[in-house]
């Protein structure tokens, strides 16, 4: 997984596809300015997908997560952006909680770049 821009963080987290429906899907992330990139496996050369961060988006960890996230991992976070509300989880809080704090800088940024 190459990225042109640098990364503010990178790891496997699981995810769910849109809504939260469906089973939960363990990807390599790496987190940009702007961006998270997301692979299906550390060495593929093109992201299966991209998130674009915008100022106006929210990432908080779900202490209760809806019945649909029940299962999964065991620590959890979305990413609530203007297209849709991402679902993210990982196995150990303090990868969760880096990751929240990450995306937290990172949209901080954006709205101080505005």
Known sequence: AVVSTQSTGES?????????KGQ???RWCILTADRIFYYKNLLDPFPKGVVVLTS???VEKLLE????????????FSLTTKKRVYYWGTQ?????????????AVLGS?????
């Open 12 to 20: 496997f987290l699981s995810k769910t596809p849109p809504e939260g």
């Open 24 to 26: 939960w899907r363990t």
């Open 56 to 58: 106006g988006d929210g």
């Open 65 to 76: 997560p809806p019945k649909c996230l029940k299962s999964g991992p065991d620590y959890k």
């Open 92 to 104: 150990n809080e303090e990868t969760c909680l880096r990751w929240i704090n990450a995306i937290s």
């Open 110 to 114: 954006l709205w101080d770049g505005e």
